[in-house]
C-alpha cells in the first residue's frame, strides 16, 4: 500500500530526471570531427612531389653553370641536402618550426612531434592527415640551405657544407619558419594579419639570399676570378634546371595555401604570370643592354619571377604579379652588376637573384593587394592601409636579414675552425669531384 500510494509522486521524480538528463545531454558539445578531405589530400600529395621535384631541378641548375671539374660536386651539394635535412626534419625540424612556442618564442617544441611520434591519426582542419603538411614542410626545409650553396660553389669541401646545412637548419631557418608560419609565431602575429609571406619570401629566399652573402664574403674569391674566364659547362642543364624549378614551384606556391578551391588558382595563376614577367624582361634587358638574348639571362628572369612572387602568391592581382616579375629582374640585373663592379664572388648569384627578389617581393607585394584581402584586414583593425602593411613588411625583412646574418657569421666561422670549410688551392685547382668525390661528371680528360 506504501509503493501505490507513493507512485503518482515516484512518476513525477521520473519525469523530471529524465528531462533533467536530456538537458544535459542537450548541452554536452560533440568534438569536432575532422573527417579527411580526399581531393585536397591529393593535391597536397601533388605539391610535395612538385617541391621535391624542385631540388633536382635546383642541382641542374646550379651543376650546368660550374666548370666540369665541379660539375658533381656541385650537384652533390643539393642532393645531399635532401638526406641531411631530410632525417633532420623529422627528428626535431617539424617541431622546431610547428610545435607551440618555446625559449620565449625563439622556436617551437613538442614531444609529440618530435620523430613526429605523435601525428600519426592527426588530421588537419584543412582535411588532410598531419603526415602530408610535415612532409610538404620539409621540402622546404631541404631546398632553402641548398639554395645558398650557389654562392661558395667550387671551393668549398663536402664535410665542412654538410654540417655548416645541418647548423643552419636548425639555428636559422627552424626558427624563422616558426616566427612566420606557426599560428603563435611573432611576425604571424604582428599587425592587423600578420607579415605576409605566402610561401616563403622571408624563410626560404631572403634567409638563404643574405646567407649566401655572407658566406661568400667570409670565404672569399675563387682562385683566378675575376681574372680568369670561368664559363659554365653545360647550359642545357640550366635550362633543364630552370623548367623543374619552374614546374616544381607550382607545389611550392600553389601547395601553400593547403587547399583545393579558389585560393590555390590565384597562387597558382600569379606564380605563372610573374614567373612569364620576369622571364620576359630579363630578355628586353640583354636585348636593350647587349643587343641579344641569353639562355642564360631568360633562366636568371624566370627565377627572379619566381622568387619575387613567392611572399605574394596569395595575396596579389595576376597584373600585380605581372609588375612584381619585371621589376624583380630589373632589381636583380642591378644587383648583379654592383656584383661585378665590387668584385665579390657570390658563383651563381644567390643573393642578385633569391635575396634581392624575394626582399623586393616582401615589400613591393604591398601594393598589389586583393580588394578582399583589405576588406578581412581592415575589419580586424579599422583603418589599417598600405603604409601599415609595408610597416609590417619591413619589420619582417629587417628581421629575417638580421638573424640570417648574424647566426651565419658564427657558424661559418665555426666549421672553418671545426672541420674545415674552404678548399685549400692545389684542391680547388684540381676541382671538387675528383678531389672530394673521386669522381668526374662527364668521364673527359679535359678537366677546366
Same mark, same amino acid.
Given at each position: 500500500m506504501f509503493v501505490f500510494r507513493r507512485l503518482p509522486g515516484l512518476a513525477a521524480l521520473m519525469v523530471g530526471l529524465s528531462a533533467a538528463v536530456a538537458c544535459a545531454q542537450a548541452e554536452v558539445v560533440e568534438p569536432t570531427v575532422v573527417h579527411n578531405d580526399s @581531393?585536397?589530400?591529393? =593535391?597536397?600529395?601533388?605539391?610535395? #612531389?612538385?617541391?621535391?621535384?624542385?631540388?633536382?631541378?635546383? #642541382?641542374?641548375?646550379?651543376? @650546368?653553370?660550374v666548370r666540369t671539374k665541379n660539375v658533381l660536386g656541385t650537384?652533390?651539394?643539393?642532393?645531399?641536402?635532401?638526406?641531411?635535412?631530410?632525417?633532420? =626534419?623529422?627528428?626535431?625540424?617539424?617541431?622546431?618550426?610547428?610545435?607551440?612556442?618555446?625559449?620565449?618564442? =625563439?622556436?617551437?617544441?613538442?614531444?609529440?612531434?618530435?620523430?613526429?611520434? @605523435?601525428?600519426?591519426?592527426?588530421?588537419?582542419?584543412?582535411?588532410?592527415?598531419e603526415y602530408v603538411f610535415a612532409m610538404f614542410q620539409g621540402k622546404f626545409a631541404i631546398i632553402t640551405p641548398?639554395?645558398? !650553396?650557389?654562392?661558395f660553389a667550387e671551393r668549398v669541401r663536402f664535410r665542412g657544407y654538410c654540417v655548416f646545412i645541418a647548423l643552419w637548419s636548425i639555428i636559422v631557418y627552424n626558427p624563422l619558419a616558426h616566427w612566420v608560419w606557426a599560428s603563435d609565431g611573432f611576425l604571424f602575429n604582428m599587425g592587423a594579419a600578420g607579415a605576409i609571406d605566402f610561401a616563403g619570401g622571408t624563410v626560404v629566399h631572403i634567409s638563404s639570399g643574405v646567407s649566401a652573402l655572407v658566406?661568400?664574403?667570409?670565404?672569399?674569391?675563387?682562385?683566378?676570378?675575376?681574372?680568369?674566364a670561368m664559363q659554365p659547362n653545360n647550359l642545357v642543364l640550366t635550362l633543364l634546371g630552370a623548367g623543374f624549378l619552374w614546374v616544381g614551384w607550382f607545389g611550392f606556391n600553389a601547395g601553400s595555401s593547403v587547399s583545393?578551391?579558389?585560393?590555390?588558382?590565384?597562387?597558382?595563376? !600569379?606564380?605563372?604570370? !610573374?614567373?612569364?614577367?620576369? @622571364?620576359?624582361? =630579363?630578355?628586353?634587358?640583354?636585348?636593350?643592354?647587349?643587343?641579344?638574348?641569353?639562355?642564360?639571362g631568360l633562366a636568371s628572369g624566370i627565377l627572379a619571377g619566381l622568387v619575387v612572387i613567392t611572399p605574394a602568391a596569395g595575396v596579389v592581382t595576376p597584373g600585380g604579379?605581372?609588375?612584381?616579375?619585371?621589376?624583380?629582374?630589373?632589381?636583380?640585373?642591378?644587383?648583379?652588376?654592383?656584383?661585378?663592379?665590387?668584385g665579390y664572388d657570390d658563383s651563381l648569384d644567390v643573393f642578385g637573384v633569391h635575396g634581392v627578389a624575394g626582399i623586393t617581393g616582401a615589400l613591393?607585394?604591398?601594393?598589389?593587394?586583393?580588394d578582399a584581402w583589405w576588406a578581412d584586414a581592415q575589419a580586424s583593425s579599422a583603418g589599417w592601409g598600405v603604409m601599415d602593411q609595408l610597416g609590417v613588411? #619591413? #619589420?619582417?625583412?629587417?628581421?629575417?636579414?638580421?638573424?640570417?646574418?648574424?647566426?651565419t657569421i658564427v657558424l661559418v666561422v665555426l666549421v672553418e675552425k671545426l672541420v674545415g670549410f674552404r678548399l685549400s688551392e692545389r684542391e680547388e685547382k684540381a676541382g671538387m669531384d675528383h678531389v672530394l668525390h673521386g669522381e668526374h661528371g662527364y668521364g673527359l680528360l679535359n678537366l677546366n
Open positions: @581531393g585536397i589530400t591529393s =593535391w597536397m600529395l601533388t605539391s610535395t #612531389a612538385l617541391v621535391l621535384l624542385m631540388v633536382p631541378g635546383l #642541382a641542374l641548375f646550379y651543376g @650546368g653553370l650537384m652533390m651539394h643539393s642532393f645531399s641536402a635532401m638526406a641531411i635535412i631530410g632525417v633532420l =626534419w623529422v627528428i626535431c625540424g617539424y617541431s622546431m618550426a610547428f610545435g607551440p612556442s618555446v625559449a620565449g618564442g =625563439w622556436f617551437g617544441w613538442s614531444s609529440d612531434y618530435f620523430l613526429l611520434q @605523435g601525428i600519426d591519426a592527426s588530421e588537419l582542419e584543412a582535411g588532410i592527415p641548398a639554395l645558398i !650553396a650557389g654562392a658566406c661568400a664574403l667570409y670565404l672569399g674569391r675563387r682562385r683566378g676570378y675575376p681574372g680568369t583545393s578551391n579558389l585560393a590555390t588558382a590565384q597562387a597558382l595563376t !600569379a606564380t605563372q604570370a !610573374a614567373a612569364a614577367a620576369g @622571364g620576359l624582361a =630579363w630578355m628586353l634587358i640583354e636585348a636593350l643592354h647587349h643587343k641579344k638574348a641569353t639562355s642564360l604579379a605581372i609588375v612584381l616579375g619585371f621589376v624583380a629582374s630589373i632589381a636583380s640585373y642591378l644587383a648583379i652588376q654592383i656584383k661585378n663592379v665590387l613591393a607585394l604591398t601594393f598589389f593587394i586583393r613588411q #619591413a #619589420a619582417s625583412v629587417g628581421v629575417t636579414v638580421a638573424y640570417a646574418a648574424v647566426c
